[in-house]
Structures are given as C-alpha cells and as structure tokens.
C-alpha cells in the first residue's frame, strides 16, 4: 500500500518512508522466548465505563528480567491498551498506536470511531505476523468507551485480538491475555457478578491478578517490600484516568490482608476430627 493510499495512518506513513522505525525484530537469531516478556493483563467492564490493569513483572525463560514493567498505556482521551507477550514490541505497539490515533484526528479534524480504533490496530498486530511466527508475540487487549453507543451504561468495550489481526469484542463482560490469564479468567468468573462501578470492578481486577500471581510464576503480584504493585485505567464518559499508584496498594493491601485472614481461619478455625468420628 502507498502512502497516498491513506494518508490519515501514521503506520503506513511509517511502512512507506521509513520501514525501519515500525517494530520489528530484523534478523536476531535469538527465540522469542530468550527476549524478557510481559505477562498478564486483565481488563472489567462496569456499569458506564471500562476498566484496564495489569502485573509489573516481565520475565525472561526462567529468570526475572524486571518487577516494574509499565504494560497498560492511555492511547487517547477514550481508549487504552494492555499488551502481553514480547516486552520491546509490546512497547512500541502502544506507543505507535497512540500517535496512529492522535495523527488520524489532526489530519481529519475529528477522533476516529471506535470501531475505526479497532480496525487501526488490528493493522499493526497484523503487521506483526512475520515476527509473531518467529516467536516474537506481542497481543494487544485494547478497552474503550464508545460515546456513539445510545446507552452511556452500556458504552464500555473490551476487545481481544489474535496474532494474525482478527478481533472480538468480549461480551461477557472480563478478559485477560498474558501467561495467567486462565488463573485471572477464572477468579474474575466468580468476582465479576459483584461488579456494578469503577472501584468494584478495580477491586475484581487486583483480586485476578493476585490469584493468577498465585499460579503463574511469571506473573508478579503485589510487591509490598519494593512498594510495586500493579498499574491501572479507567475509562468513561469523563475520558480515561489511570488509578493513582497509592489507591491501588490500599486495595492490594487489603486483598493480602483478607486472604491472610482466610487462611487463617482454615488452618486454624474449629474442626472435627475424623478419628472422633469412629
């Protein structure tokens, strides 16, 4: 495609003049899995809005190669973006895509759609197939309002994608991507019922990413020594806002001290025993 072709993509301006700045791995003979990786992003619809959050932690093969990786980024006033998989395109992916959209709405006066949000960058993740059959994965989860939608209650979006550009809106309300998103998948199942706002579904979110912390190793939970703990956007009719790290380690702090609780209501709490019983 020439850059005449669409003048309004700032990618393809990109693919046409200077190839070279797009993310890409060239000819690095290394394995994706040899390159530190973000893991899990989980993502909470709520009644007039979005929520997205994810883990610190990036690792690399066995190792830890960072606790305070940054993986979800505001793109514009209405959308924001989570990525899991290879950190350095992960990166580079949201950042491109928020100039993609901030270019589109100077060249035309006007912001895109949402649904033109989604198009754009399942563009670039489609882009990014010659390297993702390298092992070079990176997968977005992008969320956003929809102000088009004649229900502001029902405005919120959460779309995944797959490496080769295809997409879908998820419906049920929750969604993760990353290495513990079967873990965070499963406890937002049970948490999600009680969501009905912004600092519920926050609550949900550090609930899934500590439960899925729990099973997956390369996910990082709530690091109370370093004082690291996850990063979090909101988004509604008002526009995006991330969460401010100290309203997340009072959550994250809660959490702990809750299962800490638990716990110790069953290793210690009234019990029958068994032998009593014969």
């Known amino acids: 495609m020439s850059w005449t072709a669409d003048q309004s993509s700032f990618a393809e301006l990109l693919r046409a003049q200077a190839p070279h700045l797009l993310p890409q791995v060239g000819d690095i003979n290394a394995t994706g899995s040899e390159l530190p990786h973000g893991t899990t992003i989980v993502a909470v619809k709520y009644p007039g809005g979005v929520l997205i959050a994810g883990d610190r932690r990036a690792t690399q093969g066995n190792m830890i190669a960072s606790r305070d990786v940054q993986k979800v980024y505001i793109t514009d006033d209405y959308t924001a973006t989570g990525i899991a998989g290879t950190a350095a395109i992960a990166v580079e992916f949201a950042r491109l895509y928020a100039v993609e959209l901030e270019h589109y709405e100077k060249l035309e006066g006007i912001a895109l759609s949402f649904p033109g949000k989604v198009n754009r960058l399942a ?37 995944s994608f797959d490496a080769a550009g295809g997409w879908n809106i998820e419906e049920e309300g929750y969604h993760s991507v990353g290495s513990g998103s079967l873990f965070a998948r499963s406890s937002l199942k049970k948490l999600y019922p009680s969501v009905t706002d ?39 009719a008002e526009g995006a806002e991330e969460i401010t790290a100290e309203r997340i380690a009072e959550l994250a702090r809660a959490v702990i001290a809750n299962r800490e609780q638990t716990s110790l209501r069953r290793n210690h709490g009234p019990h029958t025993d068994i032998r009593e019983q014969s």
């Not at 092992?135 to 977005?140: D, N």
């Not at 004649?150 to 405005?155: F, K, L, V």
Request: charge should be negative; avoid cysteine.
């Open 123 to 159: 563009n670039m993740v489609r882009g990014n197939l010659g390297a993702a059959l390298q092992g070079f994965v990176a997968l977005p989860l992008l969320v956003g309002y929809d102000r088009d939608d004649a229900d502001p209650a029902d405005a919120g979006r959460i779309v």
């Open 198 to 236: 912004a600092e519920s579904a926050l609550g949900a979110a550090i609930e899934a990413l500590y439960d899925a912390a729990d099973d997956d190793s390369a996910t990082g939970g709530p690091d109370l020594v370093r004082g690291i703990f996850p990063t979090a956007v909101t988004i509604g």
